[in-house]
Every structure is written in structure tokens, then in C-alpha cells.
């Protein structure tokens, strides 16, 4: 977890990322993102699914969604559901 976070340092941030999270939760319209940009939550979101690849997306108890189009209210919802919310 630790090399895959620090592999990420230095990752363009994806400002694009953001609009389109805007616009999705504003309108219920998206489109493609760029799996090289990264937001705060895809960089959590990459890093779990290197520690654990039993939580990676597509897995049984895994992400709905790619890393890279994780937002926080996903990964927060995903945690409560796979770890149980307190």
C-alpha cells in the first residue's frame, strides 16, 4: 500500500474529475474520465485495492466503480458496507 501510494505522488490532479462529479450529482449526466488523472478518493481507492485486491473493483466485496472514479461519498459508502459503519 505504502509503494502504490508513494508511485501516485506527483499524479496530475484531475480538476476535470471534480466538474464532471458536479455535474453528475447536479444533472445525472457523465461521461469518460481520464484514468490518469486522480482525486483524493481515487488515490485511497487505488491504495486499498493494492493492500487488499479482494476489495479491487469487480471483485465480490469490491468498488462499484473503477479506482480512478471513486469520490468520497463512494468510497465512503463502500467502507460502511464492506468494514460495517460504527
Given at each position: 500500500?505504502?509503494?502504490?501510494?508513494?508511485?501516485?505522488?506527483?499524479?496530475?490532479?484531475?480538476?476535470?474529475?471534480?466538474?464532471?462529479?458536479?455535474?453528475?450529482?447536479?444533472?445525472?449526466?457523465?461521461?469518460?474520465?481520464?484514468?490518469?488523472?486522480?482525486?483524493?478518493?481515487?488515490?485511497?481507492?487505488?491504495?486499498?485495492?493494492?493492500?487488499?485486491?479482494?476489495?479491487?473493483?469487480?471483485?465480490?466485496?469490491?468498488?462499484?466503480?473503477?479506482?480512478?472514479?471513486?469520490?468520497?461519498?463512494?468510497?465512503a459508502t463502500?467502507?460502511?458496507?464492506?468494514?460495517?459503519?460504527?
Amino acid at each position: 500500500m505504502v509503494t502504490t501510494s508513494s508511485s501516485l505522488l506527483g499524479q496530475k490532479y484531475s480538476w476535470r474529475e471534480v466538474i464532471r462529479i458536479a455535474v453528475f450529482r447536479l444533472t445525472g449526466k457523465t461521461w469518460d474520465t481520464d484514468p490518469r488523472g486522480y482525486i483524493c478518493s481515487g488515490h485511497v481507492a487505488t491504495c486499498i485495492a493494492a493492500a487488499r485486491w479482494d476489495l479491487a473493483y469487480k471483485m465480490p466485496n469490491g468498488m462499484r466503480y473503477p479506482a480512478h472514479r471513486i469520490w468520497p461519498e463512494e468510497i465512503a459508502t463502500w467502507s460502511d458496507t464492506v468494514f460495517g459503519a460504527n
